[in-house]
């Protein structure tokens, strides 16, 4: 979406190896979040952050971390990638109060 | 915690015909906002409609309508006249007040498939 981009859009990698995901928002949103979406889950809250350098953790921040030191880019970083983080990843931004919610269009990673 | 809960994985729908989705949640709050977003094979996620809990009156967006039901907590969409291009999959999300971050949390998805 306009104002949004994740990168990259897909990768492989191997298990055991680091992999860190890009978000870059050009809307000066203050809140992005990042999401994993799995067949029967929906979409699951992984981290989020609500300012520079200010993050929390969501409902399966397990075995991922995130940066953000700048307010347009939010950083997802699987330390050492296993087979059960193969999913499509979501990033998304919030001005907050009443305004919605832009996604990036998404990254498929497989890990092999 | 806040839940959602959608419990048709799969529904199908004849053009031009409608279909209703279920969801129904679980909070504590008084004050949230609820929406349902579409997802075609594109993978882009589309807002189709929201609605914010202190309304009693049921959001519109053309075709597609909502049936709140604050006490119930229950939150259904509506297609009318359906069309080949509503088919995709549908998610159902509560948004928690920005106090906690303004997450969005999802139900499990409904794919909808429309038949000609």
């Known amino acids: 979406d306009a104002g949004i981009t994740q990168s990259p859009r897909h990768k492989v990698t191997e298990t055991g190896t680091p992999v860190t995901l890009r978000c870059h928002q050009t809307?000066?949103?203050?809140?992005m979040y990042w999401y994993r979406q799995d067949p029967g889950h929906g979409l699951r809250l992984i981290h989020y952050?609500?300012?520079?350098?200010?993050?929390d953790k969501g409902e399966v921040s397990d075995g991922y971390s995130v940066s953000r030191s700048k307010t347009e880019d939010f950083l997802l970083t699987l330390e050492s990638a296993t087979s059960s983080q193969t999913s499509v990843y979501f990033c998304?931004?919030?001005?907050?109060?009443?305004?919605?919610?832009?996604f990036g269009s998404g990254t498929r990673l497989t890990v092999v | 915690a806040q839940t959602v809960t959608q419990s048709q994985p799969e529904m199908s729908v004849q053009e031009a015909e409608t279909v209703t989705l279920s969801c129904t949640y679980d909070t504590s709050e008084s004050d949230y906002y609820l929406f349902w977003y579409k997802q075609p094979p594109s993978r882009q996620m589309i807002l189709v409609i929201r609605q914010e809990a202190y309304k009693q009156q049921n959001a519109t967006e053309n075709r597609f309508s909502v049936n709140f039901q604050k006490a119930a907590k229950s939150f259904s969409l509506k297609i009318s006249d359906s069309q080949l291009g509503d088919a995709a999959m549908y998610f159902c999300a509560y948004r928690s007040d920005y106090n906690q971050g303004g997450k969005l949390i999802f139900g499990q998805g409904t794919e909808l498939s429309v038949k000609p």
């Open positions: 809307e000066n949103h203050r809140y």
């Open positions: 998304a931004i919030s001005a907050g109060g009443d305004s919605g919610y832009t």
């Open positions: 952050s609500y300012g520079v350098k200010d993050t």
